[in-house]
């Protein structure tokens, strides 16, 4: 069938319409965008997670790696023991601001595409311990995360269920958006100091700021005579010299009386909105 | 190549000589020696700061007395003092444990150092010092230890408030102001949870870097032939063979190891602080998070330590049993759970923790059953357990108990019991002498496999421990492979509990002393506990886990303090690790079964 070869100038009309049928020509953004799926395709059927486990979700994560959820069937399973061969990170348990630098330092080593699972209540908001002194309230106020798996720690069944979600992510992303190609993007976060509390160098200025005011606050109430009540300002400034709050001022029952009737009918409100039509229909 | 044999200790001999609980004669022996030293006030043996090194040596050399084992120091925040509490017991004698106080100036408390006594003082004054701010004298590396130096103030201290900080006592007033959600980040300065001094410019700050960790002079080190500098490096706390969040400082020569220190602290999750604001019950739940792979044992240890303030709950036979059933599938479901970590840590990668994890998923179903949790249970309850399991519940616990686990057991020890590449690594590697693992204080398998016979369900019983037939399996080298079979024969044994357990098992649905107690009235949850002190504590997968509770006749515990077995059982790591390889490091510590929840708490 096919034809012989031949060399042809580029005024050869004939020629030209030839390979115009066999050679796809397009602007360099189409064929990127043409690439997308091959590209989506093989890196979400090859997540590489960084082994790496933080507290109790890291258990259940290595339930969900084990015989009877088995996260191989998701292409997933290749535990990676350096950040450095992996593309991502299950935030699996409770940060504490001891760890967070190594946290960010791990996330830092990591090759982009790069991608954060946020495992459980610790990791995303701090979760029961969220109160604590060494706890930060969840692990984006660090590095950028792209699912959030909700429990207490969440079932291997969840967390495999997260996993399919950053696959539907990385199967939406195009080549010429995604954040890590761009021009201006800088990738790197700085790693946050352990001081007197954890420090985020991003912070600084603002830090600054507010320290300054405190002590500023601190002396205006320091000069003011010991009689005088405490400034405003001063007032401000307590919660962080670690002065507990003034209390609120104890209720009468009678306020008492009408806040819980409020509080019943606003839930008595919230159950009726709640409820499905039909559920209404069948029990009345 | 020998075999080694743990034997079976059936029951473990306890004698009766002078009564430890007579605190008043252990006091007057002590004035015999030190006049004026000791008093007795509550129960509690008071001991004046200048003489508690000699008397603790008093305490532990006569004969007569032979508190050996120091279980716990902790301290606590009274408003004119600090007192400094020691729990110690004597490891050949069913008794309770002698609580020796010292008292310490607010203004600036310092008390002597136990270590030269009690070597396992080591890590635990450490950890009041960085926690309360006690210093300790003589202390050979008294340094931060959950914390990191430089952080600013004691936050267990009464006048220390973390930066969330909204009212001294749970349940707070009102977490809804008007019906309002109101987040704990927009009540503080820096709208995050951090504390900073006034005035603290963070340009000008230099961190303390890395002293918090002194490892022997290079200088002071004995120099074989061949001339070589020592070199320091540091495993974790991101590292796959440490157990989580766990790291050592080793200084090496050559690959042998020259010193280890462990560095901890990096999931501290302030679970004593928030424990001392919460209600008595609210801290059952966070129990579960301490030693995550057996929550439901700890929740056992909490209990019984809290009903002990509570003598008037009466726990139900049935509920007694549940609680026996769920502690002893709680320590198969671990040990099959470490040993498969062990392994993994020996090179076999995945392998072993598969067969582990697989028969720990079944007891996870039972667990899943009973309270709807898979890990973090919240089953038991002050006066019984939380629900009563369902009909399913005991076909597949008969399954399991009669069938299932005996032959997973045979399987995994047939495995790898005999295996050529296991002895040579686990057998004569990371010995703990017998006399090592009762100074440092040392704790459940780790201990036994040393070869002291100290079962705290045997020691000092409690629930209906006292009713059943099994024995204490004890070690005789004090090695890793002897971890191992002590934690083989240790799940043989509570297959024999579990199958006297269920067979006995009182019918009827009385799971509960008071329902009220659990689910509550009116403000059912503000549980009152009298006025008194206490320390409870059970044997846990990982050894002894005590709660030290100082109630102030309140809805909150005034002190809330947790002796954790997994920490002080890194105290001895030292001595295990010094003169082994790197790669005998990782077994060792896998071999010591810790849990970071519960190390760092």
Not at chain 2, 37 to 49: F, H, K, N, Y
Not at chain 2, 225 to 230: A, H, Y
Request: hydrophobic letters at 40%; one cysteine or more.
């Amino acid at each position: 069938m096919s034809q012989p070869i031949r060399f042809v100038g580029n005024d050869d009309e004939a020629s030209l319409e030839e390979v115009s049928q066999n050679v796809l020509v397009a602007p360099f953004d189409r064929v990127l965008d043409s690439l997308d799926g091959i590209y989506n395709w093989g890196r979400k059927n090859s997540i590489w997670p960084v082994q790496f486990g933080l507290a109790c979700c890291a258990i259940e994560m290595i339930c969900m790696a084990a015989s009877r959820f088995d996260i191989d069937r998701f292409g997933a399973g290749l535990f990676r023991a350096t950040p450095r061969q992996a593309d991502l990170m299950i935030v699996s348990g409770t940060v504490t601001k001891k760890m967070v630098p190594n946290i960010v330092r791990l996330y830092n080593q990591m090759p982009e595409p790069r991608y954060v699972l946020s495992m459980g209540a610790c990791a995303t908001g701090g979760g029961p311990f969220k109160e604590g002194y060494n706890v930060v309230s969840g692990i984006d106020r660090f590095i950028p995360v792209d699912v959030y798996v909700a429990g207490c720690p969440p079932t291997p069944q969840a967390l495999l269920n997260g996993l399919v979600e950053l696959q539907k992510l990385i199967d939406s992303q195009k080549i010429r958006e995604n954040r890590w190609y761009q021009k201006d993007y800088r990738g790197e976060i700085p790693v946050p100091v352990l001081g007197p509390d954890l420090l985020d160098q991003r912070r600084f200025d603002e830090l600054k700021k507010i320290s300054a005011a405190q002590l500023a606050a601190l002396k205006a109430a320091a000069a003011a005579p010991a009689g005088a009540a405490a400034t405003p300002s001063a007032a401000a400034a307590a919660p962080a010299a670690g002065a507990p709050p003034a209390k609120a001022p104890k209720r009468t029952p009678e306020e008492l009386a009408a806040l819980k009737a409020a509080n019943a009918a606003r839930r008595q409100a919230t159950m009726v909105d709640v409820r499905k039509p039909e559920d209404t229909e069948s029990k009345s | 190549m020998t075999m080694q044999k743990v034997t079976n200790v059936s029951p473990a001999p306890m004698t009766v000589a002078t009564p430890l609980k007579d605190v008043n004669a252990v006091a007057a022996k002590v004035n015999e020696q030190f006049p004026g030293a000791a008093s007795v006030d509550g129960g509690s043996l008071i001991v004046e700061r200048a003489q508690s090194v000699p008397v603790a040596r008093l305490l532990r050399d006569d004969p007569s007395l032979g508190v050996d084992y120091l279980e716990d120091i902790t301290s606590v925040d009274w408003p004119d003092r600090f007192d400094v509490v020691y729990n110690m017991y004597n490891t050949t004698r069913q008794e309770g444990p002698l609580r020796m106080k010292v008292k310490a100036d607010k203004a600036d408390p310092v008390v002597p150092s136990l270590v030269p006594v009690h070597p396992g003082a080591n890590l635990m004054e450490r950890e009041v010092y960085d926690l309360m701010g006690v210093k300790f004298d003589g202390h050979p590396n008294l340094k931060r230890v959950l914390l990191w130096e430089g952080f600013n103030g004691h936050p267990l201290r009464k006048d220390w408030k973390e930066a969330y900080f909204e009212e001294e006592k749970k349940p707070y007033d009102q977490r809804w102001p008007d019906g309002k959600l109101v987040r704990a980040e927009d009540r503080v300065p820096y709208k995050d949870n951090i504390v900073l001094p006034p005035g603290f410019d963070p340009s000008k700050y230099t961190a303390p870097g890395e002293d918090n960790v002194t490892l022997v002079d290079a200088d002071a080190l004995k120099k074989g032939e061949i001339r070589s500098d020592t070199l320091v490096i540091n495993m974790g706390p991101q590292h796959p063979s440490t157990h989580g969040v766990f790291r050592m400082r080793l200084r090496l020569e050559g690959e042998r190891i020259v010193d280890l220190q462990p560095v901890c602290g990096y999931l501290h999750r302030n679970h004593e602080k928030i424990g001392e604001r919460n209600a008595w019950l609210m801290n059952m739940p966070y129990t579960d998070r301490l030693d995550y792979v057996s929550s439901m044992a700890n929740n056992f240890a909490y209990a019984i330590a809290v009903e002990k303030l509570l003598p008037t709950v009466k726990v139900p036979e049935r509920a007694e049993y549940l609680r026996v059933i769920m502690a002893e599938f709680t320590r198969i479901a671990n040990h099959f759970f470490a040993l498969g970590q062990l392994l993994s840590d020996m090179g076999a990668f995945f392998t072993p923790m598969l067969y582990g994890i697989e028969e720990r998923e079944w007891i996870l179903d039972l667990f899943e059953m009973s309270s709807g949790a898979r890990m973090m249970c919240n089953y038991l309850r002050f006066g019984g357990v939380a629900k009563d399991p369902p009909d399913e519940f005991w076909p597949l616990a008969n399954k399991l108990v009669n069938d299932r686990l005996e032959r997973a057991i045979d399987r995994f020890d047939e495995l790898i019991a005999q295996n050529e590449i296991v002895l040579s690594r686990a057998q004569n590697v990371g010995v703990l002498s017998r006399a090592d693992a009762l100074a440092f204080g040392t704790v459940g398998p780790v201990l036994r496999a040393s070869g002291v016979p100290y079962d705290v369900r045997r020691a000092e019983p409690y629930s209906i421990y006292d009713r059943f037939d099994f024995s204490i399996p004890v070690g005789t080298v004090g090695d890793v492979y002897d971890r191992y079979l002590v934690r083989i024969a240790e799940m043989r044994e509570s297959l024999k509990i579990l199958r006297q357990a269920i067979k006995d098992i009182p019918g009827g649905q009385q799971y509960n002393a008071d329902p009220a107690m659990i689910y509550g009235g009116p403000k059912g949850w503000q549980l009152k506990v009298p006025k008194g002190e206490v320390y409870g504590r059970a044997e846990n997968p990982k050894g002894s886990l005590g709660f030290y509770l100082v109630s102030d006749g309140g809805t909150n515990p005034y002190r809330y303090h947790i002796h954790a077995p997994s920490y002080v059982n890194i105290g001895a790591l030292n001595v295990m690790c010094k003169g082994q390889t790197v790669a005998d490091v990782v077994i060792i510590t896998g071999s010591l079964d810790i849990v970071l929840g519960e190390l760092d708490r």
